[in-house]
């Protein structure tokens, strides 16, 4: 079954870019289908959707966040990254990548079955 | 502030049977599906529900969803001590084009 593992510094300094790379195994990014995606935890808060990339590279971002996101695909490494820049406090989180399903019919549909375990970001000098 | 909102605790006992609601706008709930996440303490987030009433394989029958207009639940039957858990909802939001999720209930099994 697939797993996904988030891995990346724990440690980033404010106005700094932050950089998580999650590697896929037991299912193939190139295979398709599947839309690969970030999601963000503030401690003791709710879940934010971060955005998605597609295999062939498509992206969609939180328009909230979408000024300072990059989401990026290595599909030979089975690997897709995220990078955010400018960080500050504010970005202190539990990171989590997780594959999601989508489609249009009947009705658009897009939910995350398969998540990480979560990585711990935090913004500090 | 969560675009969805849910009570921000919900409790029962052993064997009973609960409801979380989730409260949305025709933006999101009321024109999209309804998922529900698990997240048990020190987890990451399980889908627990997908286009507002199905369970993913695994997933107890003791879980359920509905939807109606603009509002969802998720309702837990006989109650056990390990569905102690954060419980989210999640959707589509058509304004805002992106996922939006509620704020999370913390359920307890007294």
């Known amino acids: 079954q697939v797993q996904l593992q988030e891995s990346g510094p724990g440690l980033v300094k404010p106005s700094q870019t932050l950089s998580l790379t999650c590697t896929v195994s037991?299912?193939?990014?190139?295979?398709?289908?599947?839309?690969w995606s970030w999601i963000r935890q503030h401690p003791g808060k709710g879940l934010e959707w971060i955005g998605y990339?597609?295999?062939?590279?498509?992206?969609y971002y939180n328009p909230s966040l979408k000024s300072r996101i990059t989401i990026s695909v290595d599909t030979s490494k089975n690997q897709f990254s995220l990078k955010l820049s400018s960080v500050t406090a504010a970005d202190t989180a539990v990171y989590y990548c997780?594959?999601?399903?989508?489609?249009?019919?009947?009705?658009?549909?897009?939910?995350?079955?398969?998540w990480g375990k979560g990585t711990t970001v935090t913004v500090s000098s | 502030q969560s675009v969805l909102t849910q009570p921000p605790s919900a409790s029962g006992t052993p064997g009973q049977r609960v409801t979380i609601s989730c409260s949305g706008s025709?933006?999101?709930?009321?024109?999209?599906?309804v998922y529900w996440y698990q997240q048990l303490p020190g987890t990451a987030p399980k889908l627990l529900i997908y286009?507002?009433?199905q369970r993913p394989s695994g997933v107890p029958d003791r879980f359920s969803g509905s939807k109606s207009g603009t509002s969802a639940s998720l309702a837990i039957s006989g109650l056990r001590s390990e569905d102690e858990a954060d419980y989210y909802c999640?959707?589509?939001?058509?304004?805002?084009?992106?996922?939006?999720f509620g704020g999370g209930t913390k359920l307890t099994v007294l």
């Open positions: 999640a959707t589509w939001d058509d304004s805002l084009r992106g996922v939006v």
């Open positions: 037991g299912g193939s990014i190139s295979s398709g289908g599947y839309y």
């Open positions: 997780a594959r999601a399903v989508s489609g249009s019919y009947p009705l658009y549909y897009y939910y995350m079955d398969v």
């Open positions: 286009r507002n009433n």
């Open positions: 990339i597609y295999y062939s590279g498509t992206t």
């Open positions: 025709s933006s999101n709930i009321g024109s999209n599906y």
